[in-house]
């Protein structure tokens, strides 16, 4: 389990417009935010990443750079970047299910007759300071009960005018 203070795992992957995302080579004034969904079949996936557009912004504001991530194929990932409104939110795909699990995130099976690819990752929220370590997460083991895009914007722009210290670092 990463715990705050951890430097967390390296991240390569595609982007859908025609890009790879490299968190090593990120280098925000404030975080890196990754927004693991779990992937084109999930209503409440496409729910969250259009608020997180709507909001992307006042998160760049803040001085954060968000990317979303899923272990979707290139296919079904570029249909999300034409169906669903992401706007300029950056969707990388193919996350393999060894990395998703380095990053401590749950993974479940399709169901029989579902659109659920074979295997797929729950959602996880991740903030990663400059320096590659862990900030701050949220590990799910279902789709349900997402982090408030709002009060997150909030505690951000908090925690770096307060430079308030990660939590959780005994665990």
Not at 4 to 31: N, Y
Not at 66 to 80: G, L
């Amino acid at each position: 389990m990463l715990k705050p203070g951890d430097k967390v795992p390296t991240l390569e992957l595609p982007l859908t417009i025609d890009a790879k995302f490299v968190l090593a080579d990120q280098d925000p004034d404030s975080f890196t935010m990754l927004v693991f969904y779990r992937g084109k079949h999930c209503p409440v996936c496409k729910r969250y990443l259009t608020e997180l557009a709507g909001k992307l912004d006042d998160f760049t504001k803040a001085g954060v750079n968000t990317f979303t991530v899923s272990m979707d194929d290139e296919d079904r990932a570029m249909t999300i970047d034409r169906e669903w409104d992401t706007g300029d939110v950056p969707l990388a795909y193919d996350l393999s299910e060894e990395k998703a699990r380095e990053w401590g995130l749950f993974i479940s099976e399709g169901r029989p007759d579902s659109e659920e690819p074979a295997k797929f990752s729950e959602p996880g929220l991740f903030l990663v300071k400059p320096d590659g370590t862990l900030y701050f997460s949220v590990v799910q083991s279902g789709p349900f009960t997402r982090p408030p895009l709002d009060e997150l914007v909030e505690a951000i722009q908090f925690v770096t005018e307060k430079d308030y210290p990660a939590r959780g670092t005994l665990t």
